[in-house]
Nanobody, 122 residues
Framework: QVQLVESGGGLVQAGGSLRLSCAAS????????MGWFRQVPGKEREFVAT????????YYADNVKGRFTISRDNAKNTVYLQMNSLKPEDTAVYCC???????????????WGQGTQVTVSA
């Protein structure tokens, strides 16, 4: 059974940094894209970043570009999200996901983690 477990969330002041991790198990993920999405109550899940299976290509939402960096370690079946210069509007539950292709569409991802809370105080 495929499992994705996120970690690294927490409370940080505006301008600070956090590094999220997502460890995958129950399958071979080297040939799959991995992405990060976020969600706040009452709103739809929002694309944050994605990375191709080999790590050669990455894509970001405009509102995180230049501040967030996605990376992966296929030997560890883990994807990371380095978040710098955090803003209060980045507050959300961050979820990782696995899909066949690296797209911004939530419907293209087949497996999801439970998420980790990120709270940025002003």
């Amino acid at each position: 059974q495929v499992q994705l477990v996120e970690s690294g969330g927490g409370l940080v002041q505006a301008g600070g940094s956090l590094r999220l991790s997502c460890a995958a198990s129950g399958g071979t993920f080297r040939r799959y894209a991995m992405g990060w999405f976020r969600q706040v109550p009452g709103k739809e899940r929002e694309f944050v970043a994605t990375i191709t299976w080999g790590g050669s290509s990455t894509y970001y939402a405009d509102n995180v570009k230049g501040r967030f960096t996605i990376s992966r370690d296929n030997a560890k079946n883990t994807v990371y999200l380095q978040m710098n210069s955090l803003k209060p509007e980045d507050t959300a539950v961050y979820c990782c996901a696995v899909g066949l292709v690296a797209t911004t569409d939530v419907n293209d991802y087949n497996y999801w983690g439970q998420g980790t809370q990120v709270t940025v105080s002003a």
